[in-house]
C-alpha cells in the first residue's frame, strides 16, 4: 500500500522549501522529494543581492541558512525523483523508482527544464521510452535497451537494467570518467532521434550523429522531468506550467511554484510563490474537507 499524504511537494529549491515550511506551519501531513544539498543552481550562485536578509551571501550559505530552518523545523527531505504523477481524480499517485506516494494535493517546484526533449521522445513516451530504468526495468528482460545518463549517479541504474537486459547501451552527457560493468556498452554519440515503426507505435532504433543502434527501449534520466510528460493533462506554455496568481493549475489540487511557472527566475520569487502555493493547497485541502460533511 502506497504511503498517503495531504500534499506532496516535487522539488527542494527556495520554492519548494518555502512550500514545505508553509506546510509544516499548518500542520499538514507533508513529503517533499528533491536532494538534501537542496538545489544546483542556489550552491552555485557566486553571489546574491536580492534576498532581503542575505545580502552578498554566495549561494552556499543561502543554502546554509535553509538547511539550519529545515532542521530547526525536523523537516526531511525524501532524496528520490518522482517519474511520473497520475491524476486520480480525487488524489494523486506519484512514482518514484523507490516506490509509491498518494496525495490529496502535489505542488511542482522542480525548477524549468531548459533541455529540449530528443526528437521522437514524446512520441514514443510510454511505447519504448521511459524516464526510469529501475522502475520499468523488468519490461525489458532478454531484450535490448539504451540508458541515457545526465551525470555519474546514472550510473547506477544503466547497472540494475543490465542485470536484467540482454544487451545495455550507456550514453553519458557529461564530461566525467564512466564507471560501468564491462557487460554495459559505453556509446560517446549525439543523439538525433528516437525511432519505430509507425504502425506498430513502439520504439525500434536510436539514431546517433555516427551511428544507428536497434533497440526496444530508451531510458533518459534526466534531473527532473518536463512537466508536461510528468502529469499527463498538465497545461504548459513555452516550457512553463501555466499557473495563475493563487499558484492554481488548470488541474484541481495541482499547484506550481517558482522557475517552473516562468521568469523571473529568481530566488525570492520562486520563494514568495512556494508561499503563496502551499497556502493555496490548504485552503484546497479544508474545502475538501467541508464539502465532506
Keep these: 500500500m502506497a504511503d498517503r499524504y495531504e500534499i506532496a511537494i516535487v522539488g527542494s529549491g527556495p520554492a519548494g522549501l518555502s512550500a514545505a515550511i508553509n506546510a509544516k506551519i499548518r500542520n499538514k501531513k507533508f513529503i517533499i522529494f528533491g536532494s538534501r544539498k537542496l538545489s544546483s543552481k542556489l550552491v552555485k550562485a557566486h553571489e546574491v543581492n536580492n534576498y532581503p536578509g542575505f545580502f552578498g551571501k554566495s ?25 511520473n504523477v497520475y491524476n486520480m481524480g480525487s488524489y494523486y499517485s506519484l512514482l518514484t523508482k523507490e516506490g509509491m506516494y498518494e496525495a490529496d494535493a502535489v505542488i511542482l517546484a522542480s525548477g524549468v527544464n531548459f533541455g529540449q526533449p530528443f526528437k521522437g521522445e ?7 521510452v521511459s524516464y526510469c530504468a529501475t522502475c520499468d526495468a523488468l519490461f525489458y528482460r532478454g531484450k535490448t535497451a539504451a540508458v541515457i545518463g545526465f551525470s555519474p549517479k546514472d550510473e547506477e541504474e544503466a547497472e540494475f537494467l543490465a542485470q536484467v537486459a540482454k544487451k545495455v547501451y550507456y550514453i553519458p552527457m ?22 519505430g515503426d509507425d504502425a506498430d507505435a ?8 555516427n551511428m ?4 526496444d527501449g530508451v531510458f533518459i534520466l534526466r534531473e527532473s522531468v518536463a512537466a508536461d510528460q510528468l502529469i499527463p493533462g498538465l497545461r504548459v506554455e513555452d516550457n512553463h506550467v501555466c499557473a495563475d496568481r493563487l499558484m492554481k493549475t488548470n488541474l484541481a489540487g495541482c499547484f506550481a511554484a517558482g522557475d517552473i511557472v516562468g521568469k523571473p527566475y529568481q530566488y525570492i520569487k520562486a520563494a ?11 485552503s484546497y485541502l479544508d474545502e475538501k474537507k467541508r464539502q465532506a460533511f
Design 59 to 83: 549561494g552556499l550559505k543561502i543554502a546554509d541558512a535553509f538547511k539550519e530552518h529545515l532542521k530547526a523545523m525536523d523537516i526531511q527531505i525524501t532524496e528520490q525523483k518522482v517519474t
Design 122 to 128: 514524446k512520441e514514443f513516451l510510454g511505447k519504448g
Design 174 to 195: 557529461y564530461k566525467e570518467e564512466i564507471h560501468v560493468d564491462d557487460s554495459i556498452q559505453v556509446i560517446h554519440d549525439q543523439i538525433v532521434k528516437i525511432a
Design 202 to 209: 513502439r520504439v525500434e532504433k536510436l539514431i546517433l550523429a
Design 212 to 215: 544507428e543502434i536497434s533497440l
Design 272 to 282: 514568495g510563490e512556494g508561499n503563496i502555493a502551499a497556502l493555496s493547497a490548504v
